[in-house]
């Protein structure tokens, strides 16, 4: 009776807490991914930006031309900081949904001597 209890228990509380991890995993893995956006190959992009606006502005090329240029340039950047962010988020989800579960399954030295004081 004992067992058919602590597996219905676990069962029913692995039900509850299976919501919970995965929208702790879906938050974690959007923050990492919000950070990884912006890596080193985007912000070279953006100063390669700049210095060709400023090469544009020097040579006396008018702002009507310049300022296409500019917003093309910031477009394209945000665009491939926004497709490395969601490329990353998938992994970073399924990592942070892993790491859970492992967590989840791993007993604590508390629950370990309570489980050894209950068999005894």
Do not use: N
Not at 32 to 41: E, F, N, P
Not at 67 to 82: D, E, R
Not at 90 to 108: A, G, N, Q, S
């Amino acid at each position: 009776m004992g067992d058919g209890e602590t597996m219905m228990d676990k069962t029913e509380a692995t039900e509850r807490v299976r919501p919970e991890m995965k929208r702790i995993a879906e938050h974690r893995a959007r923050d990492r991914a919000k950070a990884a956006r912006w890596d080193l190959d985007v912000a070279a992009f953006f100063f390669a930006i700049l210095l060709i606006v400023i090469i544009l502005v020097y040579q006396g090329i008018g702002v009507e031309v310049v300022s296409p240029v500019a917003a093309t340039g910031l477009a394209m950047g945000w665009l491939m900081g926004w497709k490395k962010g969601k490329q990353k988020y998938e992994r970073f989800y399924d990592e942070e949904l892993l790491k859970l579960e492992l967590e989840l399954k791993c007993v604590t030295p508390e629950e370990q001597v309570l489980k050894e004081l209950h068999e005894t």
